[in-house]
């Protein structure tokens, strides 16, 4: 095997600090003429971030700051008066200058803000930075090779968990160790256009929708929605809304940058105590307590994280009746058993609703699909749920299921390990069922809570020489399907088998015909959406056991179940899927035990291998290293 690059597709991404003219971070003299600015210790560190080198000439200063040679010169000297940096004449330029304490550049945090392009580089971030910073801002780079990036986007302020903008800025003057006064003034833009609208109860028991001025209640709501969401106006301020239409009022002003304060009086149903009867984790209570504050949100977090105990947790502090939706019938099963060995309610309160069977109890697990029936629908509004859990809630925008979030409850909680979508539609989780809560897939690896795995793309030369000719000679989508179904991936896959002999591991194929071939050549049965129910129950039961130490599976294995972990995962087929799929399968293998590994499988020389970068560039993101590798044919 040749050709280890070992690198990170996140590497390819990362944006050039000066490329959107955002050439200065915040500091004190951001608002002088460039000739009076203070030119401080950390001016020159960014410098050298944008040069990538400690070292620097006055022309390099110059470049970076975009200010003239001979400014640059006198700000150098200037600095060096104080004793932050040294000079040094060198035969290749008249002067180098560096820091005082090169240490600075290698052993300390620092955070620098780009408050243009809101946006903030930390290197070697402290525990305390990350947890602040994820308070406000969104992970964007996290493999921290060359520093963290975090983007301030609006809807990370839209759900902020602060009661108050002062409190907010407080935690962002901890967070950058300094006042960021231009950041800090579109955040607060942000944090009034978040507290413009509400939803509250009239006395009479319907919906209201509340503007904070009779201007933008003119200029934006009513300019938005029509008769189909409201009846009329009540004041200048105030419209009737018509019942049912809440959830779209939410989306639409949400789209129009004015997300919704929801503060109805919503019927949290029957009483139901309920104790869980584990302990959570300091970031699973932290998440639960979010949710408590807000009522509402979306536990945002990877694959054995424990999203669904975490639920359970949100669970015993509603005690109230619940209904979670859930893609699949056999999510379902797993749910109900979940509750069971987690909390103290007893299986004659837990229900399922589904194809296979009809039960509605004071816990009803049910999928989207049936929930959003019209025939069904009634059972489940005619309920006053204090709790509705949206399990695997990025498929919540689809047409399909959206109409499930009409079912209203005094608390809604989504779950979902990567709330993306490749239609650009995943903002709508968050109008349709709360904010992001979570914590950055970074702090739990390295807390131990969960593992990191190693991935490595492996490109695969041809099984034959008639795939070969046939991918040559075909069009769009066929190419990606012969190049998936590359028989060469078989001996590959025999491969890494042999080479982990002890490892509990899953194969995910694609292709019926594909699973079929690497069946017959490994002499296991393959598990897909053919499948009959109780035989995927015993085959992933077998494997939880220990009893098989394989699993073969189609794309039903992705979130139609709740797959158990393992230490080696390998993906022979797949890469033309979405992101979320890539983080799907790698998170089988997360769980808090080292030592997992993850390979993709990508025929070398085609389509798959972009495909192969691209989709693993998200996990990239998130802090995982990804390494690449090349297969030579006599690899077994």
């Not at 204090?386 to 299921?401: A, K, N, R, T, W």
């Not at 989508?477 to 896959?493: C, H, P, S, T």
């Not at 709740?562 to 799929?581: E, N």
Request: net charge negative; proline share 5%; glycine share 8%.
């Amino acid at each position: 095997m040749t050709d280890d690059r070992s690198s990170t597709p996140a590497d390819e991404q990362r944006s050039d600090p000066a490329a959107s003219g955002d050439t200065e971070p915040i500091d004190a003299g951001d608002e002088n003429e460039p000739g009076d600015a203070e030119f401080t210790i950390a001016d020159f560190h960014d410098a050298s971030q944008r040069e990538g080198r400690p070292v620097l000439t006055a022309a390099a200063v110059s470049r970076a700051l975009e200010i003239p040679h001979e400014e640059a010169t006198a700000r150098l000297e200037a600095l060096a008066d104080t004793g932050d940096i040294e000079r040094h004449a060198v035969s290749t330029d008249p002067v180098v200058w560096y820091p005082s304490e090169l240490e600075d550049l290698t052993d300390r945090e620092r955070v620098v803000v780009f408050p243009k392009r809101r946006e903030i580089i930390v290197d070697r971030p402290e525990q305390f930075t990350r947890a602040q910073l994820s308070q406000f801002a969104h992970l964007a780079d996290g493999n921290g090779e060359q520093g963290y990036r975090y983007v301030v986007r609006p809807e990370d302020i839209w759900g902020t968990p602060h009661d108050s903008f002062d409190e907010l800025a407080r935690t962002m003057r901890q967070a950058l160790g300094q006042r960021a006064d231009q950041l800090e003034d579109w955040v607060e833009s942000q944090w009034d256009r978040a507290h413009q609208f509400r939803l509250t109860t009239h006395e009479d028991g319907y919906t209201v929708l509340e503007a904070q001025s009779p201007e933008i209640m003119g200029n934006v709501a009513r300019q938005k929605l029509d008769e189909e969401h409201v009846h009329a106006p009540i004041s200048e301020t105030e419209d009737w809304v018509r019942e049912g239409a809440e959830a779209a009022i939410k989306r639409i002003l949400y789209e129009a940058g004015y997300p919704v304060q929801d503060h109805r009086k919503l019927e949290s149903g029957e009483e139901l105590a309920t104790d869980l009867q584990v302990s959570l984790r300091d970031y699973q209570r932290t998440w639960v307590d979010r949710f408590t504050e807000a009522g509402e949100g979306v536990f945002v977090g990877p694959p054995g994280s424990g999203k669904t105990v975490a639920a359970m947790g949100a669970m015993a502090h509603v005690e109230g009746e619940t209904l979670v939706l859930v893609p699949s019938r056999d999510l379902a099963q797993q749910w109900a058993e979940t509750i069971v060995e987690y909390t103290s309610l007893e299986p004659h309160q837990i229900g399922q609703y589904h194809g296979g069977r009809k039960e509605v109890r004071p816990v009803t697990i049910a999928t989207y699909q049936i929930a959003g029936m019209d025939r069904h629908r009634s059972l489940f509004d005619d309920r006053e749920w204090g709790l509705v859990i949206f399990d695997e809630c990025q498929h919540v925008p689809s047409d399909v299921y959206r109409r499930s979030t009409h079912l209203q409850s005094k608390h809604r909680l989504g779950l979902s390990a990567s709330p993306i979508r490749e239609d650009d539609r995943q903002t709508e989780i968050f109008t349709l069922v709360g904010p992001p809560i979570g914590t950055d897939w970074e702090a739990l690896f390295d807390a131990g809570h969960v593992a990191e795995p190693e991935l490595e793309i492996r490109y695969v030369p041809w099984g034959d020489d008639e795939q070969a000719n046939a991918y040559g000679s075909a069009d769009g989508r066929e190419k990606y399907r012969i190049a998936a179904r590359n028989r060469g991936k078989i001996d590959e896959v025999r491969y890494l088998l042999s080479a982990h002999p002890d490892a509990k591991a899953i194969v995910f194929v694609d292709y019926l015909e594909q699973g079929g071939e690497l069946s017959e050549a490994l002499d296991v049965p393959f598990l897909s959406g053919e499948t009959p129910h109780h035989e995927r129950r015993r085959l992933l039961e077998e494997f939880r056991r220990n009893e098989r130490d394989l699993l073969l599976i189609s794309r039903v294995g992705d979130e139609g179940i709740d797959l158990p972990t393992a230490d080696l995962a390998i993906v022979a087929s797949g890469l033309g899927g979405s992101r979320r799929q890539g983080t799907q399968r790698a998170g089988r293998t997360m769980r808090p035990a080292g030592g997992a590994l993850v390979y993709v499988l990508a025929t070398r020389g085609t389509r798959e291998e972009d495909f192969a970068r691209k989709q693993l560039q998200h996990l990239g993101r998130k802090g995982m290293t990804v390494r690449e590798r090349t297969v030579e044919r006599d690899a077994d």
